[in-house]
């Protein structure tokens, strides 16, 4: 299960959730993470994991980040 799913089914906040966390994070490192600003580290992922009793995994962490990144865009030649 995505976290911004479990986050919503459960009516938690970003700040709440964070809080409840060992160590805490803060709102605005849950809303990175939410965002894909923010790689999840392992020990989070795991910490996660566990406060919602699996259901949302390290894998589903994860997989918040194996979207595509996006290509720059190319410079514009003008002809000569």
């Known amino acids: 299960m995505q976290l911004s ?3 919503d ?3 938690k906040s970003q700040a709440g959730f964070g809080a409840e966390l060992d160590p805490p994070a803060s709102q ?3 809303n990175q993470w939410l965002r894909g600003v923010t790689r999840i580290t392992l020990a989070y992922a795991l910490e996660i994991e566990r406060k919602t009793k699996g259901q ?3 894998q589903d962490c994860a997989d918040m ?3 595509p990144i996006p290509e720059r865009p190319r410079s514009i030649q003008v002809p000569a």
């Open 56 to 58: 949302v995994t390290p």
């Open 65 to 67: 980040y194996a979207r």
């Open 9 to 11: 089914e459960h009516g």
């Open 28 to 30: 605005s490192l849950v």
């Open 5 to 7: 799913n479990y986050l």
